[in-house]
């Protein structure tokens, strides 16, 4: 009997051994169980919702004066908005879900090709694009009758299209360089279009950008002339100018066999200093007309917005007489007298056109020198000669 006892005593024992065995294994498969979870770190937040935008309305054109539209934004959740470019703005620039009421402006389009902005709305990672587009500005035509063109330059270079900046063309044009003052105690040094990465004439967006820069101790600038050279016409350059006290652009011409000045002659289409906002200037040298004996002939016109719009300057240049023209008015002559005499008329030879950005001297600097209006930027949207 004793032994079956203790033997019935070992099978309970060894049941309740087991029995807290198996407990102890499934609490630890538990725990590893929970730990292996707790690797995968939180769980991942829902997606967030996409956010859209619709625009009222939808197709967004200007007529080339520019102005201001309204413009309904709906969308359903906060944005802000960015222009590609900086002649077109939207105010606010920033809006909420829900519907946000916004203006956008646009500045006068001067130049005569359609132009395009893009507003580009954002939130997050989203993002959605509106177009701007803004029509090509009606350019008037001021050529007299009888005139045909003979020689242009338009400055559209196919070479934009490719990203790069390209200079003028030195099929049409050459450069004058050097620091010398140019008889007028100038400060600036003309360069040959750009030395190492400093470049001064820029052709951009349809237009010839002549840029006056301060670069170290030296201020860079362009002078440049035609390599053709005509004998009468009508010489015409549509022309936007910088501001500025120091600034001094010019469009002229100067006669193709020079032995002297002013013996050989000298025609200022425009002239412009910037310490006389918005006052046009066109003159003619000779031996006897000539400002350093004072007895030039020259004319001044006052017009609007010479340094923020583009402007049509003109010289219609004759055996009988010499006229100066902006937008197609009129307001020089000067007049052969017929004496066969080249102190009084030496324009009966060939002469070439010429571009420049002068940078203080004489007269330029005549009133100071503003130096924060560098660098300093004068716009030609093209050059044209007609003859008959």
């Not at 959740?77 to 002649?87: D, E, I, L, Y």
């Not at 001297?361 to 924060?372: E, L």
């Amino acid at each position: 009997m004793h032994f079956f006892s203790y033997k019935r005593l070992n099978n309970n024992n060894v049941h309740k051994i087991g029995m807290k065995t198996m407990y102890k294994l499934l609490l630890i498969v538990l725990v590893l169980f929970a730990g292996c979870g707790n690797n995968n770190g939180p769980d991942p937040e829902p997606p967030k919702t996409e956010i859209t935008w619709q625009f009222t309305p939808e197709n967004i054109t200007f007529t080339d004066d520019g102005n201001t539209q309204n413009v309904t934004v709906t969308s359903n959740g906060s944005w802000t908005a960015t222009s590609s470019q900086t002649w077109c703005t939207i105010t606010p620039a920033s809006g909420y879900n829900g519907q946000t009421s916004v203006k956008i402006t646009l500045s006068k389009n001067g130049m005569n090709t359609e132009r395009t902005a893009v507003l580009t709305f954002k939130s997050g990672t989203y993002s959605k694009n509106l177009s701007v587009k803004q029509a090509a500005a009606t350019i008037p035509n001021y050529v007299p009758a009888g005139y045909t063109l003979k020689w242009q330059d338009e400055f559209n270079d196919p070479r934009q299209s490719s990203g790069k900046t390209p200079l003028p063309s030195l099929t049409r044009w050459w450069y004058e360089t050097g620091a010398n003052g140019w008889g007028n105690n100038e400060i600036q040094n003309y360069i040959a279009g750009a030395r190492g990465t400093d470049t001064c004439a820029v052709i951009a967006d349809g237009v010839l950008k002549i840029i006056a820069k301060k670069v170290g101790s030296e201020v860079l600038s362009i002078r440049m002339n035609s390599i053709d050279s005509w004998t009468y016409g009508y010489f015409e350059a549509r022309l936007k100018v910088p501001a500025g006290k120091g600034t001094w652009p010019a469009f002229w011409m100067m006669p193709k066999n020079f032995t002297s000045w002013p013996l050989d002659g000298e025609l200022d289409i425009m002239e412009y200093v910037g310490y006389r906002p918005n006052v046009v200037q066109a003159s003619v040298h000779t031996m006897a007309y000539n400002h350093t004996i004072g007895t030039q002939k020259t004319a001044t016109k006052t017009i609007q917005n010479a340094e923020t719009e583009f402007h049509i300057y003109a010289m219609e240049w004759t055996a009988d007489k010499i006229d100066a023209y902006v937008d197609g008015v009129k307001y020089f002559t000067f007049v052969n007298d017929k004496t066969n005499n080249k102190n009084t008329w030496p324009f009966n030879a060939p002469f070439y056109l010429k571009l420049n950005l002068a940078w203080g001297g004489n007269w330029g600097g005549a009133q100071g020198i503003d130096a924060t209006k560098l660098p300093a930027v004068y716009e030609i949207d093209y050059v044209r000669v007609f003859q008959k």
